[in-house]
């Protein structure tokens, strides 16, 4: 199946795996922010398939300015249910590759450590997959 989006579902895509990164960023605030946040956007660079196109775009309309970290989750994990709903609905192997994206992003980002992740972290990736799965 092939799916054609609108410029308002890359907005979402953009929102809800660049959010992702942004949020792992902002929880490991005490830690490796700034590790996280290249871990985890090397990993959403490699993406393949209709995820990695829409992903390789400039984010033009993507708003990730949330001043703390709650508003950045207002914003990125409705994102990341829409997203997955909108995939779901269309193109349910697509659905797949843009949720494993998503989570590689996450695994990159919270690998900054050489130990688990922190509490904080860990609770991060809970709140991001229980997005991912609310679809």
Not at 1 to 10: G, V
Not at 13 to 38: F, I
Not at 64 to 93: C, F, H, Q, W, Y
Not at 97 to 122: C, Y
């Amino acid at each position: 199946m092939s799916l054609t989006l609108t410029a308002q579902d890359k907005i979402t895509m953009r929102t809800a795996a660049w959010g992702t990164v942004s949020l792992m960023a902002a929880a490991d605030a005490a830690g490796r922010p700034h590790r996280a946040a290249t871990h985890g956007s090397v990993a959403l660079a490699s993406a393949t398939g209709l995820t990695g196109h829409v992903l390789a775009e400039w984010p033009k309309g993507v708003n990730l300015r949330g001043k703390s970290v709650a508003e950045l989750a207002d914003i990125v994990l409705p994102a990341l249910t829409a997203a997955m709903r909108l995939l779901n609905g269309n193109d349910p192997a697509e659905a797949v590759n843009f949720r494993r994206t998503v989570l590689v992003a996450v695994e990159a980002a919270a690998r900054t450590h050489q130990s688990d992740p922190s509490p904080t972290l860990a609770e991060m990736i809970r709140k991001i997959t229980a997005a991912l799965d609310a679809a």
